[in-house]
């Protein structure tokens, strides 16, 4: 148990409304990572952070934005639902140490955009 | 090309046979590899991770890569229908500073008891 909690685990929403996802760590770890998984397309790389207000982007972040104002939270908006956000979200920690590349999972929400 | 690649499967393995899965990866820069189990409708859960060529074993688990082939993989000996469950490939990229990864689509295996 890496300490990782998202809210909420489920949603429904309609499409053209904001949606924020939260992912919550125990563990002051510097990294944390925001992916949505899809069948057919596997996990992939929405935002990620590095320390507060520091983020970037990863491959299919178009139609998200991310914040991080404190250590512990890392928060995905979907400024306007679309019906292809429908999707699991799973935030992730990288382990501590130097040179560490593991990640470790929170419990994903499911999003669907109706 | 994909920077990860597995067969999906499904994979069908009677209990207590070798389990075999495979992955692929396209980047020669990197150096950390890593497999994750996923059940169905949980979060991915990290059960190995290699950084050199050879094997690692963890109990009934053990992790091959081959850089040089751009290939690793993860034997499940003794297969339990507890192993049942999609089996992630994830390998690093260092590329632009970032030491992110990138994970394949998985490979379903059944255990069949």
């Known amino acids: 148990d890496a300490g990782i909690t998202q809210s909420p685990r489920h949603k429904v929403t309609e499409t053209g409304t904001p949606v924020t996802l939260r992912c919550h760590q125990t563990e002051n770890h510097r990294y944390m990572y925001w992916y949505r998984q899809d069948p057919g397309h596997g996990l992939r790389l929405i935002h990620y952070?590095?320390?507060?207000?520091?983020?970037d982007k990863g491959e299919v972040s178009d139609g998200y934005s991310v914040s991080r104002s404190k250590t512990e939270d890392f928060l995905l908006t979907l400024e306007s639902a679309t019906s292809s956000q429908t999707s699991v979200y799973f935030c992730?920690?990288?382990?501590?140490?130097?040179?560490?590349?593991?990640?470790?999972f929170g419990p994903g929400t499911r999003l669907t955009v109706t | 090309q994909k920077e990860v690649e597995q067969n999906s499967g499904p994979l069908s393995v009677p209990e207590g046979a070798i389990a075999s899965l495979n992955c692929t990866y396209s980047d020669r820069g990197s150096q950390s590899f890593f497999w994750y189990r996923q059940y169905s409708g949980k979060s991915p859960e990290l059960i190995m991770s290699?950084?050199?060529?050879g094997d690692k074993e963890d109990g009934r688990f053990t992790a091959q890569l081959n850089k040089a082939s751009q290939y690793v993989s993860l034997l499940i000996r003794d297969s339990q229908p507890s192993d049942s469950a999609t089996y992630l490939c994830a390998v690093n990229n260092e590329r632009g500073g970032a030491n992110n990864l990138f994970f394949g689509t998985g490979t379903r295996l059944t255990v069949i008891p």
């Open positions: 290699i950084y050199s060529n």
């Open positions: 992730a920690i990288r382990g501590a140490g130097t040179g560490r590349s593991e990640q470790y």
């Open positions: 952070s590095y320390g507060v207000k520091d983020t």
